[in-house]
Each structure stands twice: as structure tokens, then as C-alpha cells.
């Protein structure tokens, strides 16, 4: 056995040549999906005070950002919906003349090989902030099956190309398959948000998407952060009832629970580095105290490196520029 001096692992590492043969993880701007936030109204294009880059959109505002976005060879969005109107049932989820149903219809036009994943979810539209309907202080999970089925099926309607349940109700991959089907949407793929923890960093995005629950949390219905056993039961479910693709979010804080999931299941893997994520790594940018382009390519690796083949990304604009100019 060969050991030092014979043994050198810094020979591989004298040049870039030489570390680029042996590097052993690559990602291209086709492994990542944008996400978009779309206001109901006209004129709309409004800062997001914790995202900084990212914009709120009104459907009719959305044109030079898909231009940008299918011009850097992103292959799809993820969209999500804020309505004017909220209610008990979040009817405007599922409404046809919706605001992510007008927008997907708008993208399509613009943009047709431009994939969009909706972001299927009560939590934008309820009066109440629960992703679910709620019956006194509780989420009722089998009362909500219906209407998520019914949103998924009004966002195939206006032409998503893949639906993203996000709201971690027991059932729901089932009631959406079930709908999209009835309804001639068979050739339609389903990413289930599938082992979704109940996570601090998801802050910004509630502002960003006024999302956040009026009362309580959201704890009796997304994972307990220190399981990880139980987020492959959570896939496990998921795959059983039809998901395609299947979703570990956030994703730095759970590179373990990607890791674990890559190496149990042969499906698709997607990882989403959420809104907090972004805002630790802009703070610190803004203060000067990271270097932007080294941190964001660091943690897209590592993302990559636990074995995600599809990131979710605010920086993915970014990301895909640097690797045009590297
Ligand atoms: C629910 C949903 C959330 C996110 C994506 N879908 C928020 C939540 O569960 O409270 C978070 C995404 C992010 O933080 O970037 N519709």
C-alpha cells in the first residue's frame, strides 16, 4: 500500500486541468428551476424587502422577466400565486381566471418550451394563512383533498406542465392524480413537495407571499425538523400514490435527508434552497462579508454533491450566468 511520500493527493489538485478531470460533481443551468412570484393585478412589479432581486409580477408585467429567464437556458419555473381576494376556502386558488392561471397561460404564450411547475397550495389564498381548510383551531386534511385536487386541475387547465403540491396533507398526491386523470390530464407529471419540514427559513418567502397563518403554526402538518426516518416514509407515501418526482425542502439545512433519499429511491430528486437561505446569503453579500458568486456556486455544489438532480433556486438567474462567463 502505497502511502506518503509515494502517496500525494495534492498531485491532482496542482491546476485547474487537472482538477476539473477529477472533479467528481457538475451542475449546468438545466439542472435548476426559477421561482416566480405572481400578484394579482395590472402594472405590477414590486421589491420583496427580505429577497433582494426578487420581484413580485403582475401577469402583464411578467415578459422581459421569462425572456431573461428562457434566455439563460433555465429549462422552468416555479410559480406562485398572491391573490387579491382570500377567504375561508381559498377560492382563488382554484378560480380559472386566477392570478397563476392567468400567468401560466401568459408564460405559455411567451415562452412555450419554458417548463412551469405551479406550486399547488391553500396557504396564499386562505384568510387564515393554513395551507389547509381549517375547522376550529385544526387543519382538516380530508376536507382540504378536494380543493387542492380542484387547483391542481385548474392549473393543468391553463397549461402547467407539472403540478407541486406543497401543503403536506396526507392524501393529496392521490386526490391530484385522480383529478388530473378523470380529466384527460394523464401525460401530466406531479412533484410532490414530499418530505417538507416545518422550517424557520421559509420567513422571507411568507412575506414575499403573504402566506404567513394569522394563528398558530404550521407544525401539525409539516415534518418535525430532527426526523429523517420519517421523510422517507413521507416519499415512500408519495411514490405510492403517483408523485414523479419527488421534493426535500429546504435544503442546506437537510443535505442528509437529500442524501438519504437519493441512495433509497430511484425517482427524480428535487431540492428546494429556500427563500431563508437566500436572505442569510444576500445579508451577508450586502455587508461584504461573503463573496457572492464562490458562496452561491459552494452550496448549489453541495446541494448537488447530496444528490439532487433538480434545485429550486432564487439565485438560479445568477448561477446560470456565472457558468456562461466561467
Ligand atoms: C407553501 C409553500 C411555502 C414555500 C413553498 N411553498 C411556504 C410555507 O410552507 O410556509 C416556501 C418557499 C421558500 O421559503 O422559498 N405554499
Redesign the pocket.
Same mark, same amino acid.
Given at each position: 500500500m502505497a502511502g506518503f511520500p509515494q502517496l500525494r493527493l495534492r498531485r491532482l489538485r496542482r491546476n485547474e486541468a487537472l482538477r476539473a478531470l477529477v472533479r467528481e460533481n457538475r451542475f449546468d443551468a438545466g439542472d435548476l428551476v426559477y %421561482?416566480i412570484f405572481v400578484v394579482e393585478g395590472k402594472g405590477i412589479k414590486q421589491e420583496i424587502a427580505s429577497m433582494p432581486g426578487i420581484l413580485r409580477f403582475s401577469p402583464d408585467r411578467l415578459d422581459a422577466e421569462i425572456e431573461e429567464v428562457a434566455g439563460l437556458k433555465i429549462p422552468a419555473v416555479l410559480l406562485?400565486g398572491i391573490p387579491e381576494h382570500k377567504d375561508e376556502l381559498g377560492s382563488s386558488a382554484y378560480a380559472p381566471e386566477g392570478v397563476v392561471q392567468q400567468a401560466v397561460r401568459r408564460i405559455k404564450k411567451l415562452a412555450p418550451q419554458l417548463l412551469v411547475i405551479t406550486?399547488v &397550495?391553500l &396557504?396564499?389564498y386562505t384568510s387564515h394563512g393554513h &395551507?389547509g381548510v381549517v375547522v376550529g383551531e385544526e387543519v382538516d386534511n380530508d376536507r382540504t383533498l378536494p380543493l387542492l385536487a380542484k387547483t391542481a386541475l385548474s392549473h393543468a387547465e391553463a397549461g402547467a406542465d407539472i403540478v407541486a403540491p /406543497?401543503?403536506m396533507m396526507d392524501g393529496r398526491v392521490k386526490a391530484i392524480r385522480e383529478s388530473l386523470d378523470k380529466n384527460g390530464f394523464q401525460h401530466i407529471p406531479i412533484l410532490s413537495?414530499a418530505a =417538507?419540514y416545518a422550517s424557520a427559513?421559509?420567513g %422571507?418567502?411568507?412575506e414575499a407571499?403573504e /402566506?404567513a397563518p394569522q394563528f398558530g403554526d404550521?407544525l401539525s402538518y409539516?415534518m418535525d425538523p430532527p426526523n429523517i426516518r420519517e421523510a422517507l416514509r413521507e416519499i415512500e407515501q408519495d411514490i405510492a400514490e403517483g408523485a414523479d418526482i419527488i421534493m426535500v =425542502? %429546504?435544503a442546506l439545512p437537510y443535505l442528509d435527508v437529500i442524501r438519504k433519499a437519493r441512495d433509497s429511491f430511484n425517482y427524480p430528486l428535487a431540492a428546494?434552497n429556500? /427563500?431563508?437561505e437566500?436572505a442569510m446569503v444576500k445579508a451577508a453579500v450586502s455587508q461584504g462579508w461573503l463573496d457572492e458568486r464562490r458562496a452561491v456556486m459552494e452550496i448549489i455544489t453541495a446541494i448537488k454533491r447530496a444528490g439532487a438532480d433538480i434545485i429550486i433556486t432564487?439565485h438560479a438567474k445568477d448561477v446560470a450566468r456565472w457558468l456562461q462567463s466561467a
Open positions: %421561482p406562485f406550486d &397550495c &396557504c396564499e &395551507c /406543497s401543503d413537495y =417538507k427559513f421559509y %422571507p418567502f411568507r407571499a /402566506s404550521r409539516q =425542502k %429546504p428546494y429556500v /427563500s431563508g437566500y432564487y
